[in-house]
């Protein structure tokens, strides 16, 4: 693992509203809010963390639908967590667990290890066409990447666990063989979690 730069918080909301805001589960959604709060989606689809009103804005979107800064996802989250953008191995990206929800732990065959459900998975070419799992891997296999998997971590990757982005996470470990080198994520280091 490298940490490439410092990240801020409202890094982290920027990165997981941007990610979320073209998922067919949580877009609609999204959009409906900023049309709610009278916002544009460009507030979404192209953030600029230095100003300080459009932080304001993403975070209580954010708030909205995934209870930030203490529910859903991120409850229980530790108060001493510093951001980073980071670059990950193939090798590294395969020990990250998912976060601790039965329906990932099932996923995964009670491991939580995401490698574990990509295998569980089969071949990406198994997978039915326009799935989320075979259009990451189609994409990959034609260089082109997910948004950013946003990732917690204890010193030295240990208990490293996906945040945000799991079936991006679980699409990209389908076919390893086409991953870059090192992998861009956004990394939240605490002393200790328990999620």
């Keep these: 693992m490298r940490l490439l730069q410092s990240a801020s918080e409202d890094d982290m909301v920027a990165v997981f ?18 049309a709610r709060l009278r916002q544009p989606s460009s507030i979404v689809e192209r953030p ?10 993403r975070r209580r979107v954010l708030a909205a639908y995934r209870r930030y800064p203490t529910g859903d996802v991120f409850t229980g989250m530790p108060a001493d967590v510093t951001w980073h953008h980071a670059a990950l191995t193939p090798a590294e990206l395969a020990t990250v667990r998912y976060i601790d929800y039965p329906y990932w732990t099932e996923f995964s065959g009670g491991t939580r290890l995401a490698a574990d459900a990509a295998r569980r998975l089969g071949p990406w070419q198994e997978q039915p066409p326009g799935t989320i799992y075979r259009q990451i891997a189609e994409n990959l296999r034609n260089g082109r990447l997910p948004p950013p998997i946003i990732l917690l971590s204890e010193p030295g990757l240990a208990n490293l666990i996906v945040i945000e982005g ?3 996470l679980t699409g990209l470990l389908l076919c390893p063989q086409w991953l870059p080198p090192e992998l861009n994520v956004l990394l939240g280091l605490t002393a200790s979690h328990h999620k």
């Design 48 to 57: 600029d963390t230095r100003d300080d009103a459009a932080n304001a804005v």
């Design 166 to 168: 799991h079936k991006r």
């Design 17 to 34: 509203l941007g990610a979320e805001a073209s998922s067919e589960r949580y877009g609609p959604l999204i959009r409906e809010i900023l």
